[in-house]
């Protein structure tokens, strides 16, 4: 790549309290930060070629414009992709407060130490959802799962037989963990449109049917093998692949896994 592309795909990740923006250009965010921009202090980070993944999860956040903003609670440490901390002279003529990788108060400063972990293909995301024809009726779970730099490394089927859409789903969560697991992934995003299972994993919603109580458990079990989790709901456009492996997998008998391998 030319030092003139580059330039051309360069982004900012900036962290102000917990308010983590992605800009184009520096003097974007000098203009957005104003004068207020001693506090709270300021984080930028530097990169190159914004992943397409990360302006779809972006976009379904209704952030589509050039500059984007989001909470600090919404941002993981590969979402980016490679960035590096902006060394101060970056800043000339900028009022904003430099503050260097020791910021703690959100994973950005985690970028840098773990590039080796990405390069060991140790951190993935999962997409999942679940089918069910009748609900209840025969239902399927399907599952992507992608390694961090966004290839995709299997995509999952499973029969469920006769369930609902709240059991498929989590028993798609379930598949594709098991199987991050047992590739060798450490850290994994997880993403669906099933609000109910994005909430529940997270501990926001409660458990009020006895039929996802087992299921639950068992994914919250398996959430706690990954050195870091975080999942994300998503809308069901962002969910196309997954939804169309549930519907392939409605024809297969109960507990009937398939497996496509893809070459990387």
Not at 12 to 22: A, H, P
Not at 55 to 66: H, I, M, V
Not at 201 to 223: C, F, H, V
């Amino acid at each position: 790549m030319s030092s003139m592309d580059e330039h051309k795909d360069a982004f900012y990740v900036v962290q102000k309290g917990g308010i983590i923006g992605v800009y184009k250009t520096l003097s974007d965010f000098r203009e957005e930060a104003g004068s207020s921009a001693q506090s709270p202090k300021i984080t930028v980070y530097k990169g190159y070629g914004l992943p397409k993944e990360t302006e779809e999860y972006l976009a379904s956040r209704g952030l589509k414009n050039s500059t984007y903003s989001i909470s600090a609670d919404d941002a993981n440490e590969y979402m980016f992709g490679k960035v590096v901390p902006c060394l101060p002279q970056e800043m000339v003529g900028s009022d904003l407060v430099f503050t260097g990788p020791q910021t703690k108060r959100i994973k950005l400063d985690n970028f840098v130490e773990t590039q080796t972990v990405f390069s060991n293909r140790q951190s993935c995301f999962l997409e999942f959802d679940g089918a069910s024809k009748g609900n209840p009726g025969l239902a399927g779970a399907g599952a992507v799962l992608r390694s961090e730099d966004g290839k995709k490394v299997y995509r999952l089927r499973e029969g469920v037989g006769i369930a609902t859409n709240n059991v498929a789903e989590y028993r798609a969560v379930i598949l594709g963990m098991k199987y991050a697991l047992k590739t060798g992934f450490k850290h994994i995003h997880v993403r669906g449109d099933s609000m109910l299972v994005c909430m529940q994993i997270e501990d926001k919603w409660k458990i009020k049917s006895q039929n996802l109580a087992d299921l639950y458990k068992e994914a919250r079990e398996l959430k706690d093998k990954f050195l870091s989790f975080q999942i994300s709901h998503v809308k069901r456009e962002f969910n196309s692949e997954a939804d169309a492996l549930a519907n392939e997998a409605i024809k297969l008998r109960s507990g009937q896994v398939e497996v496509d391998g893809i070459t990387t």
